[in-house]
């Protein structure tokens, strides 16, 4: 139901999936809106959404909606003040070959340009060995800025899933960078584009 209702209300687009690797695998997306899991979530086939969790503050899943969504869709949801807790949980579910979501930025854009990754998804992938696939978001904040209560209807919104990157050979400020990097350099070609 919420995968057709996304791709009628949004012209949501996804492109990339080829390059997911096998599971268990992070996925890395810029942050630019409240509904950035779904988008992204929304073009795994049904068997890879089960396994794949997301990974929330507190603080935005205290609306009634997004609890049930949270409940729903696998949400790890991270209590701020306990980040050693929440990569511990965050280690298991990658351990059980699950894949992970997590925004590097931490909080969504206040005006629509990447902020800086933290470092979060580069410690997990290096200690479990696990590849990260950059994902670039475009258009969501134009569809959903913030401080508005319902998106607006019909933008195009665009997610590409980028090429895994393997963690072998990084540091984790080298794979925070690179995939940074990545993510910058396609929202880049998408915004010339249009």
């Known amino acids: 139901g919420a995968k057709v209702f996304l791709k009628l209300y949004f ?17 890395a997306p810029n942050h630019q809106s409240f509904f950035d899991g779904l988008f992204v979530a929304v073009f795994l086939k049904n068997k890879l959404m089960k396994q794949t969790f997301f990974y929330a503050k507190e603080k935005h899943v205290k609306n009634k909606l997004l609890k049930f969504i949270a409940a729903k869709n696998n949400v790890i949801v991270m209590d701020l003040t ?7 949980k965050m280690a298991e579910v990658l351990k059980r070959g699950r ?5 590097p930025e931490g909080t969504r854009t ?17 200690e479990l060995n696990v590849p990260v696939v950059p994902v670039a978001i475009d258009g ?13 209807p019909w933008k195009k919104i665009n997610v590409k899933f980028l090429k895994p990157i393997m963690p072998e050979n ?3 400020d080298s794979l925070k960078e690179i995939v940074q990097t990545k993510v910058s350099e396609q929202l880049k070609k998408i915004s010339s584009i249009h």
């Open 11 to 27: 012209r949501l687009k996804g492109e990339g999936l080829e390059n997911l690797p096998e599971a268990p695998f992070i996925l």
């Open 82 to 88: 306990d980040l050693k807790t929440s990569l511990q």
């Open 99 to 103: 894949n992970i979501i997590i925004f």
């Open 110 to 126: 206040q005006n629509g340009k990447i902020g800086d990754f933290k470092k979060t998804f580069a410690i997990l992938s290096r």
């Open 140 to 152: 969501a904040y134009d569809a959903f800025p913030r401080g508005t209560v319902f998106p607006k």
């Open 170 to 172: 990084h540091s984790y």
